[in-house]
């Protein structure tokens, strides 16, 4: 039995005046709790307890001692209630990490409006496009986009990030615009090497029909605000998430090509160092997540 709970059950027994009372409360027996304070007693060479028929109190040392010994008690539960509270309450700080496009475009809104609904919160946005080590970076939580390689990390899908082709109205009235994905062979083409590292693209059909088409790609860049930028300058076809490309739609700068058309989905995951005892800010913040990723989601993003 550990120091600290010998000292509960030496205050206990001051405090109840009875060694059978403690044992009682502490779901064990007489015997257990008299060793326990004999044991005490050996060890400061004092003596702690007078005990005598009408039952047990402390002696001038044994006073001084229990006062002490009720303060170490009572500060321990306060830090264990202290740590239980924070594990049940959205409190403290939350570091939270994401790619640079989806953090500045998707995330920071979510955040907001999330903080502004747990006010005890403090939130630590990193916004990195290379995966970072949760660990080491001392991240709570991280959003991230694809498939997830097998490891110890905890994770929650969240729902999907689509994608689409766009290119400037200018640009088609100079090129033409492609009526069926092999006319895209003929088109300069900007690429977000991150996801789309070849020179193929998988177009799939409204009907779910997909077909490879080799592209030629004019820009390459691992920035989604790159690729979106060259699209608005006329430089090609640009392949984007909607949520890249939804404002540049929305403002007539670019526009859909071959509507109805698909790139492949990309999965959104919340990531997390560990699936056990996870913190309930991390929860909090997965469950405000849940359920922000459906339909045209990106239509629906709380505003700054």
Known sequence: MDRLQAMEMFVRVVETGSFSRAAQEFATT???????????????????????????????????????????????????????????????????????????????????????????????????????????????????????????????????????????PAYLRKHGTPRKPAELSSHETLIYTSVQGSDVWRVVSP??????????????????????????????????PWYVASDSLASGAVVEVLKGYSLPEQEIHAVYPSPKLVPQKVQAFIAYLQGRFEGKWWEALPKV
């Open 30 to 168: 007489q015997p257990t709790v008299t060793k326990q304070v004999a044991a005490m007693e050996a060890r400061l060479k004092v003596r702690l307890l007078n005990r005598n028929t009408r039952g047990v109190s402390p002696t001038e040392a044994g006073a001084l001692y229990y006062e002490r010994c009720k303060a170490i008690v009572r500060d321990t539960q306060e830090a264990d209630s202290a740590v239980r509270t924070r594990q049940t309450l959205a409190q403290g700080l939350l570091r939270v990490g994401s790619s640079v496009a989806f953090g500045r475009r998707v995330l920071v809104p979510l955040a907001l409006d999330f903080m502004r609904q747990h006010p005890q919160l403090r939130v630590d946005l990193s916004f990195e496009d290379r995966y970072t080590d949760l660990v080491a970076q001392g991240i709570d939580v991280a959003v991230r986009m694809g498939k997830l390689a097998d490891s110890s990390l905890g994770a929650r899908f969240l729902g999907a990030n689509p994608w689409l082709m766009v290119a400037s």
């Open 207 to 240: 009907r779910g029909e997909a077909s490879t088409v080799p592209i030629t790609a004019r820009l390459r860049s691992n920035n989604l605000s790159a690729v979106l930028a060259a699209a608005r300058s006329h430089l090609g076809i640009a392949a984007l």
